[in-house]
């Protein structure tokens, strides 16, 4: 089915967007190739994910500043092993 590009990263990401796929039909029977939802409602979905991302950025920079003693953030936890990079206050 795929060939392998010569390039381990994109060799890797292709190789998760296959998984994903796989998840996703096993999951809710359907494929991306669906036809039930109009524009609207993929620009929705694509909204929903984009946040869900935004959010999961948010917490690896606030854990990331509280590993480093940037700064405190109520509830965040340091995790072992991670090296934080300092933010400037005004992210």
Do not use: C
Not at 11 to 40: N, P, W
């Amino acid at each position: 089915m795929y060939m392998n590009s010569g390039d381990s990263i994109v060799d890797s990401v292709i190789q998760k967007f296959l998984q994903r796929s796989a998840l996703g039909k096993e999951k809710y029977g359907v494929t991306l190739d669906r036809t039930d939802l109009s524009v609207k409602d993929w620009i929705q979905h694509a909204q929903e994910e984009l946040m869900d991302a935004i959010l999961y950025l948010e917490k690896l920079k606030q854990t990331t500043q509280a590993v480093a003693g940037v700064q405190a953030v109520p509830g965040v936890q340091a995790v072992p092993g991670v090296q934080a990079v300092p933010v400037s206050a005004k992210n």
